[in-house]
Every structure is written in C-alpha cells, then in structure tokens.
C-alpha cells in the first residue's frame, strides 16, 4: 500500500479563512456614498439648510480621515507625494493658502473665518476623497450608478412637485419651490447639472435593468432642469453634453468602436429632445401671461442674448459694479469672506428696498474682490489645467475606460464652471461636494497611469497629516456646530418678529434676554447679512430700553459698517424717543445710503416735512426719483411739500405734474382739493 506523499507547507493553497477578503472598495464607496447623501437630509427649522449640510460634511470628514488613519498601508508613499506635487493640487492648495492668508486683512475677520471654515471643508473633502481613490478608481462605476439613482429619486420628486402643483399654484411660486432640501432652486439645478456626466457613464458601463434606471434618470435629470428655469443650468447641460458626444466619439472612433459610441448618443440626444419638448409644453401653456420672470426653454436662452447692458440685466450691472470695487485693491482683496460688507456699495443703487445680495452672482469676481487678481487667477487656472490633462489624456496611449473617464470628469468640472461663472457655488456644500469629487476623480485617474520606481512602506507623512487634519477639523466642526445653533435662532427670531411687523404695539414671543442667550459667539452676521446685534437691538427697542438699544447698534456697526439698516434703526429709536433731531439725522443717512428703498425715502421725507425742510423734502425725492420712478412716491412727496409750508402754488405745480402720470392718485386729488379752496 503506497503511502501518499505529504504536501508541503508553503505549496497549500490558502483556505477562505486564511485569505482576508478586501472589503476596501465596498467601503470607498459606501463613505462616498454617505457623502452624497447628505444633501438627502431632511429640511430642519434653520434660516439656511446649508447649515445642517457643513456641519454633517466636517463630521463626515472626520471619520472618513480616522478609515484611512486605520488603512494607511493603502495610501502608497509614492503616490501621495505625485498627488501633492500634481499641478491642480497645487494650484487648489495655493488658493486655499493665500485665501486664509487673506484674513489678516479683513474688515470682520470673525465673519471671513466662518466663510473660510466652509472652503476648509470643501478642500479637505477633496483631499481625503483623492487618498480614498488611490488605486481604486475602479469604483466609479459603483458611485455612477450610486449618483444615478439619487438623480432619479430627486428627479422624480421634482416633476412630480411640479405637475402635481400646476395650476394650482401662481406658476412662479411654483418654480421657486423646486429646490429639494437646498433651500435654493439654481443651487439645486446646479447639482443636477454637475451630476449628469455620472449618469452618462453610468449608461455607458451598465447592461440590462440597471442601464434602463441610469436611462430614466438621466431624462429626469434634464427635465427637472428645464422645468426649474435656471438658465446657467441650461448652458451648462448643453457645454456637458457638447463635450461628452464629441470627446467620447473622438476616443470611440480611435479605438474603431464609433458604432456603438452614436447608438449610446442616440439615447443621449433623443432623451434631451423628448425632455425638451415635455417642458416646452408645460411651460409655455403655465407661463403665458402668467409670469414676468419664467418662461419656456427657448424663451429664457434668448432672453440672454437681450440682456446685453448692466441696464437690462441685473448680473452685468453687479459684474460692472464689482470690477470697480476690485479696482481699489486689486492685489489683495478685502479678505476672504468679507465681499458681502461691500455689496451695499453697489446694490443700494441697484436694489429696492430690503432685497439685498451678498455675492455679484460670479465666484472668479468674488474671489478677485475678497482675495486679489492673483488669487483669482490662480482659482481660474485649475479649469485651464483640468483642460490640459484631459486632452493629454485624449490623445495618449491610455485606454479607453481611463480616457472615458477623463471626459466625464472634465464634463462635470465644465458644469461646475458655468454655475461659478453665473452664481456663487463657493458657499453652497452639496456644489462644493460634487466639486471635489469630480476634481478628485480628475487628479487621480490621471495619476493612475504614472508609474512608480518604487513603492515604500513608509506611512508616517499620512499619519502626520491625518494627526493635523483631526485637529483642525474638530475646530471645524465646531464652527459650523455655531453657524448652525446661529441659524436655528435666526430662524425662531426673525419669524417671532416678522408676526408681529407693522401691528403697532405689539409685543413679541421672545424677550431680550432669552434671545440674548440663544445666539453663540460666532458668527455675528446673519444669513440675511443683518447683524445679529441689529436684531438683538429690535427687542430692545420693543422692551424700550432705547439707550441700551442705541449702545447696542453703536457696538456693532464695524461688523457690517455700509449697511443702511442700522441707521433706520436708530432712527426709528430716537423718533420713538421723540427726539426728532437725532431721528432726522439717521433717517437721512439711511435714505441717502439706500436711495431706491421706499421706507427710508418716506421716513426721511416725512422727518424732514416735521423740521418744515422744504429743500431737503425735494433733495431726498430727486435721489430717489433718480432711480425709481412710481407713484407712492410721488404722492408721498407732494403730501411732504404741502405740510412743509411750502409755496402752494409750487405745490400745485407739483401735483398736476403728478395727476398727468397719475391721474386716480387719490392723495394728490384731496391736496388739489385743499389748494384750490
């Protein structure tokens, strides 16, 4: 009997038990996945839903950074040093740096380190994706089809929201509620653009059922975007799928598979035309004269090519207004953060009322104005640089997938740029999120066909920067833990006062005290870019603790200091004080800064009319009437010169002039009457 012969050790195969299964590129994508999933988080009671958003993007942050402290061994020495000498990182973390820097010059640095904390979080979020995708950017047909499907729940909900409301709601009401949980429908058509080049691949690496879902998205994808009217959304959808039809074909036709690239581009197209045609329906029969601001698809992309004057078009006039302020320091800015403490410059001769804008609607200005030319330039240079590697990658010896998803990826940062042109995504963290994934994507596809001379073992560098990374993002994280306490109590006060606005003697829920307790330390400007000293004032000038009050204003008026509002306040102070010199002062101000605001005009007006201060009366209506022209106006500025005793016949003048352009002006009909008595 032959004895078998005894198997050597090392010649065993492992059994599934010594063999570790590699879970690592289920659990890149599940962070990632948690990522994007924040933007799902229900709406809470905070004056702005991006609160919520920063804060669970830094806590994400900060366990993401403790997975890849725990798998270190996966980030290659090698390629973390290629990563940070790569030419967009550099470029990003250049911005980044001299942005911070930036702060040291700022009018309300407390105001620029909440703004700047944001910009923290975005570029950690780009790092610490870049170092989960190492070596497995094979998971981005995982996260496609993840991005695929959010789209088609987000879509679904937003053509459903609209068709279900569709003449029952006024048609512009119901497109300004299309906004999922952003809080803002450009933001949220902005994301769908960014998304879009994910769903096309998605179609392009997917079979069977789960192509028909990417499919289905991807029509949901274009049809919400129609249907929510954002123009830079419509621009930047037709730059996307400009660059994927060309760029793919171009790569499908070297690698002789152009057939099969024009059948995938006939989804793509006849998708974009069926959409097309649903919302140019829908729109046309829901806008016609029904609404001065929304319109079909076609009539919103030719309404661009009207507005080619800062008169026609309120964007040029802010760009135009925003350049001249760059002018004044166009090497350093005003720091970081603090371009809104500007904006009064140049709005309050563009703006009624109190409609107010922190941003001139194009980030590469913004950053120009808060962090200087230079800076801008060097923000403006990661899309230049994006565009060299793509075309480098394009017409190299790479492979089709790595080529592919060089194009998807340049897709979207293209979609990305177009909204930065238009609007102001910098603040924005769901934008920012697919911003850095996309750029992300971007550096480390590229980097993936580098190769190494050698690879070490030696993790200390990643273990040092997740040491730092931990520190500062636990001071994150409580940053935005204080925006969003802020934003919750903005919320409760601004609503307790606004019950109460224009019933006279009425008190409001909240007393000073308890509202005195609510707000944190940081930040000291509102959403609403009020101060929250200002809105503390208001309940003690309710509670009349006037002087109190006034102290208070006087206190915080640096942090937001070409703002009119604090003068209105004070006005409003002193006149309940009776002290009509020091409440005609304020008033004067407060209508002189803000020219096209009505409230002030009639304030200053009627102040002036107490002071019988005829000429002031026709000073204050000629600034105002330089900018505005109606007939409250109007009515309001006879009514200030008949009671300022001024010549009656003057008066008359006056107020014929203003029946001819008013002619049923009930007030200047009863003065008539009274003068000609």
Same mark, same amino acid.
């Given at each position: 009997?032959?004895?078998?012969?005894?198997?050597n050790a090392?010649?065993?195969?492992p059994?599934?038990?010594? +063999?570790p299964?590699?879970f690592?590129?289920?659990?890149?994508?599940?962070?990632i996945?948690?990522?994007?999933?924040?933007?799902?988080?229900?709406?809470?009671e905070?004056?702005d839903?991006?609160?919520?958003?920063?804060?669970?993007?830094?806590?994400l942050?900060i366990?993401?950074?403790a997975?890849?402290?725990s798998n270190?061994?996966?980030?290659?020495?090698? +390629?973390?040093?290629?990563?940070f000498?790569?030419?967009?990182t550099?470029?990003y973390?250049s911005?980044?740096?001299?942005?911070g820097?930036?702060?040291?010059?700022?009018?309300?640095?407390?105001?620029?380190?909440?703004?700047?904390?944001r910009?923290?979080?975005a570029?950690?979020?780009f790092?610490?994706?870049s170092f989960?995708?190492?070596?497995k950017?094979n998971?981005?047909?995982?996260i496609?089809?993840?991005?695929?499907?959010?789209?088609?729940?987000?879509?679904?909900?937003?053509?459903?929201?609209?068709y279900?409301?569709?003449?029952?709601?006024?048609?512009?009401?119901?497109?300004?509620s299309l906004?999922g949980?952003?809080?803002?429908?450009?933001?949220?058509?902005?994301?769908f653009?960014i998304?879009?080049?994910?769903?096309?691949?998605c179609?392009?690496?997917?079979?069977g059922?789960l192509?028909?879902?990417?499919?289905l998205?991807?029509?949901?994808?274009?049809?919400?975007?129609?249907?929510?009217?954002?123009?830079?959304?419509?621009l930047g959808i037709?730059?996307?799928?400009?660059?994927?039809?060309?760029?793919?074909g171009y790569?499908?036709?070297?690698e002789?598979?152009?057939?099969?690239?024009?059948?995938?581009?006939?989804?793509i197209?006849?998708?974009?035309?069926?959409?097309?045609?649903?919302?140019?329906?829908?729109?046309?029969?829901?806008?016609?004269?029904?609404?001065?601001t929304y319109?079909?698809v076609?009539s919103r992309?030719?309404?661009?090519?009207?507005?080619?004057?800062?008169?026609?078009?309120?964007?040029?006039?802010?760009?135009?207004?925003?350049?001249e302020l760059?002018k004044k320091?166009?090497?350093?800015?005003?720091?970081?953060?603090?371009?809104?403490?500007?904006?009064?410059l140049?709005?309050n001769?563009?703006?009624n009322?109190n409609?107010?804008?922190?941003?001139?609607?194009?980030d590469?200005l913004?950053?120009a104005?808060?962090?200087?030319?230079?800076?801008?330039?060097?923000f403006?240079?990661?899309?230049?640089?994006a565009?060299?590697?793509t075309?480098?990658q394009?017409?190299? +010896?790479?492979?089709?997938?790595?080529?592919?998803?060089?194009v998807?990826?340049?897709a979207?940062?293209?979609?990305?740029?177009?909204?930065a042109?238009?609007?102001?995504?910098?603040e924005?963290?769901?934008?920012?999120?697919l911003?850095?994934?996309?750029?992300a994507?971007?550096?480390?596809n590229?980097?993936?066909?580098?190769?190494?001379?050698?690879?070490?073992?030696n993790t200390?560098p990643?273990?040092?920067f997740?040491m730092?990374?931990?520190?500062?993002c636990?001071?994150?994280?409580?940053?935005?833990?204080?925006?969003?306490?802020s934003?919750?109590s903005q919320?409760?006060?601004?609503?307790?006062?606004?019950?109460?606005?224009n019933?006279?003697?009425?008190?409001?829920?909240?007393?000073?005290d308890?509202?005195?307790q609510m707000? *944190?330390?940081?930040?000291? $400007?509102?959403?609403?870019?009020?101060t929250?000293?200002?809105?503390?004032a208001?309940?003690?000038?309710k509670?009349?603790?006037f002087?109190?009050? $006034?102290?208070?204003l006087?206190?915080v008026?640096?942090q937001m200091p070409?703002?009119a509002?604090?003068?209105?306040?004070?006005?409003n102070?002193?006149?309940?004080?009776?002290?009509?010199?020091s409440?005609?002062?304020?008033?004067?101000?407060a209508?002189y800064?803000? *020219?096209?605001?009505?409230?002030?005009?009639?304030?200053?007006?009627?102040?002036?009319?107490?002071?019988?201060?005829?000429a002031?009366?026709?000073?204050?209506?000629a600034?105002y009437?330089?900018?505005r022209?109606d007939q409250?106006?109007?009515?309001?500025?006879?009514q200030s010169?008949?009671?300022s005793?001024?010549?009656?016949?003057e008066?008359?003048?006056?107020i014929?002039?203003?029946?001819?352009?008013?002619?049923?002006?009930?007030?200047?009909?009863?003065?008539?009457?009274?003068i000609? +008595?």
């Open positions: 009997m032959n004895k078998k012969p005894k198997k090392s010649s065993v195969t059994s599934l038990a010594e +063999k299964i590699d690592s590129n289920s659990i890149v994508t599940t962070i996945t948690f990522y994007l999933l924040i933007e799902f988080t229900p709406k809470v905070i004056q839903q991006m609160g919520i958003h920063w804060l669970l993007l830094s806590i942050n366990l993401t950074i997975y890849i402290a270190k061994q996966s980030v290659i020495n090698e +390629k973390l040093s290629s990563f000498r790569n030419s967009i550099i470029a973390l911005f980044f740096s001299i942005a820097i930036s702060l040291f010059i700022a009018l309300n640095p407390t105001e620029g380190l909440i703004v700047y904390n910009l923290f979080t570029t950690l979020a790092l610490l994706v989960l995708l190492f070596n950017i998971v981005l047909k995982n496609a089809l993840i991005i695929s499907l959010i789209t088609l729940l987000q879509g679904f909900d937003t053509v459903a929201q609209f279900k409301g569709l003449g029952k709601v006024p048609i512009d009401a119901l497109i300004n906004q949980t952003t809080g803002n429908k450009n933001v949220f058509a902005a994301a653009v998304k879009l080049p994910f769903i096309v691949y179609i392009l690496t997917r079979e059922f192509k028909i879902l990417a499919i998205g991807l029509a949901l994808c274009i049809l919400s975007v129609f249907l929510i009217n954002a123009r830079a959304a419509f037709i730059l996307e799928l400009v660059i994927i039809l060309f760029a793919i790569v499908n036709w070297r002789g598979q152009l057939r099969k690239h024009l059948v995938t581009s006939s989804y197209v006849g998708i974009l035309f069926i959409s097309f045609f649903i919302s140019q329906n829908s729109l046309k029969k829901a806008t016609e004269n029904n609404s001065e319109g079909t076609t992309l030719g309404s661009l090519s009207e507005q080619t004057t800062a008169e026609s078009n309120i964007r040029l006039a802010y760009w135009e207004k925003s350049i760059i320091s166009p090497f350093i800015g005003v720091g970081y953060g603090n371009w809104k403490l500007y904006t009064p140049y709005t001769t563009l703006l009322d409609v107010f804008s922190k941003h001139p609607h194009n590469f913004e950053i104005g808060e962090t200087g030319v230079p800076n801008a330039l060097i403006l240079s990661i899309f230049v640089l565009l060299v590697i075309i480098k394009l017409i190299s +010896k790479h492979n089709l997938e790595t080529k592919t998803i060089a998807i990826a340049f979207a940062i293209c979609g990305y740029f177009v909204d042109f238009f609007n102001f995504p910098a924005r963290p769901n934008i920012q999120l911003f850095s994934l996309t750029l994507i971007l550096v480390i590229w980097l993936a066909n580098k190769k190494l001379a050698s690879k070490s073992t200390r990643l273990l040092i997740c730092i990374a931990t520190l500062l636990l001071g994150s994280i409580y940053i935005h833990a204080s925006v969003f306490k934003s919750q919320y409760k006060v601004d609503n307790d006062l606004a019950a109460i606005d019933i006279p003697n009425a008190m409001p829920k909240y007393k000073f308890e509202v005195n707000f *944190p330390k940081i930040p000291n $400007i509102g959403e609403n870019s009020e929250i000293g200002y809105k503390k208001k309940y003690l000038q509670e009349k603790r002087d109190e009050a $006034i102290k208070l006087d206190s008026h640096h070409n703002l509002y604090g003068d209105y306040l004070k006005c102070i002193y006149l309940e004080e009776k002290k009509l010199d409440a005609y002062k304020y008033g004067k101000k209508a800064a803000k *020219p096209r605001h009505f409230y002030y005009f009639r304030m200053a007006s009627y102040l002036a009319m107490v002071h019988k201060d005829a002031e009366v026709k000073k204050l209506f600034q009437n330089k900018y022209q409250q106006s109007y009515s309001y500025y006879a010169l008949f009671y005793d001024y010549d009656k016949t008066v008359k003048g006056i014929m002039e203003g029946l001819k352009l008013y002619p049923n002006d009930a007030l200047m009909l009863e003065l008539l009457a009274k000609s +008595k």
